[in-house]
């Protein structure tokens, strides 16, 4: 009994998923690792009633397993556990039966994570201790890649962001609307461009200090933002001068009304340090229906004829761009020039 035991205790360091089969078929002995794989105690019970040698077939005995002495066997639980083994068994001496080693194969990193096995479960010389250890670093190097990723791409996106934000505003900047115009124009998206010039401007600036201008351009990108749709873009494009583009909005009276609201809004005194600065706003629109093959820089151009139309009839007024306000704006040239 001293040497069985001795022998089980060598089995067991050396070859922690090794069976002992019995002459009569019957599992005399189970390396640790393979107890922690079933519910049940596998000694005493048959072989090839816990385990189906998928490759190569032989016959269902105790002579077809010796049968398979010294070749690479490929093994499977019955029932409902379907881990995958790869084994390889020799006879014991004196026909007591026959000593079979166990592995995983590569399905060992499964096996791993099902079982909750660690490198005590396997030989110290057992190359899956390694690959573990492999297996191991690399998750932590991937991890630590998807998280410098992570970092490049918020980093990325936030530089992009700024790159196309107005930072005083919080607005789009003309870089922005261009890109998002020739988009638009790219997916021949209808809508409405209007062009919005405040009014009385530099006065505030030279009479209450840039910090007051500040302050007015702030209430004016949040009067902008209160007034259009979630989806339309917004830009300041020049020192107090807005563009908005409006996709698939080319109704002229709900334009109207946009502008009109907007006009109404930034009249209405802006406090600051207890003082009103007054502004009001000039605003021209051009409509992409208007055009048979409406250009960036053509539109841009008349939405900014058809503003300063409504500068020259007053200000604190809309216009809608037409071919005729370009007689109109080359007289007013003409009157300059003289």
Excluded: W
Aim: with cysteine; net charge negative.
């Amino acid at each position: 009994m001293k040497k069985s035991a001795d022998l089980n205790e060598f089995l067991d360091t050396m070859m922690p998923m090794h069976l002992l089969v019995a002459a009569t078929g019957h599992i005399s002995h189970a390396g640790p690792t393979l107890g922690k794989l079933v519910d049940e105690d596998l000694v005493g019970r048959r072989f090839l009633e816990v385990f189906d040698i998928r490759r190569p077939r032989s016959a269902p005995s105790m002579a077809g397993l010796l049968s398979l002495a010294g070749r690479p066997l490929h093994l499977q639980f019955r029932g409902g556990e379907h881990t995958s083994f790869k084994g390889v068994l020799v006879p014991q001496p004196d026909n007591k039966g026959i000593i079979i080693n166990l592995s995983f194969g590569i399905s060992v990193i499964e096996a791993v994570g099902r079982y909750s096995l660690t490198n005590a479960d396997f030989a110290p010389t057992d190359l899956t201790v390694e690959m573990l250890y492999l297996v191991e670093a690399k998750s932590a190097v991937m991890e630590e890649s998807r998280d410098l990723n992570l970092r490049l791409q918020g980093a990325k996106i936030a530089a992009e962001e700024q790159a196309f934000t107005d930072t005083l505003t919080g607005l789009k900047n003309r870089r922005a609307m261009d890109h998002v115009l020739d988009r638009t124009l790219d997916h021949k998206t209808p809508f409405a461009l209007m062009h919005l010039d405040l009014d009385y401007f530099k006065a505030v600036n030279d009479t209450k200090g840039h910090a007051a201008g500040d302050h007015v351009l702030q209430v004016v990108a949040r009067a902008l933002l209160a007034a259009t749709r979630a989806g339309d873009t917004i830009a300041r494009v020049g020192g107090d001068e807005f563009v908005l583009l409006m996709q698939n909005l080319t109704d002229r009276p709900r334009i109207a009304d946009i502008a009109q609201t907007l006009i109404a809004e930034l009249e209405k005194p802006i406090r600051f340090n207890g003082q009103d600065c007054r502004i009001s706003a000039s605003a021209g629109t051009t409509i992409s229906a208007d055009y048979d093959d409406p250009q960036a820089a053509v539109m841009m151009d008349d939405a900014d004829v058809a503003l300063y139309a409504s500068k020259r009839a007053g200000r604190a007024c809309h216009t809608f761009y037409s071919p005729d306000l370009r007689d109109g704006a080359c007289e007013a040239e003409t009157r300059q020039s003289a």
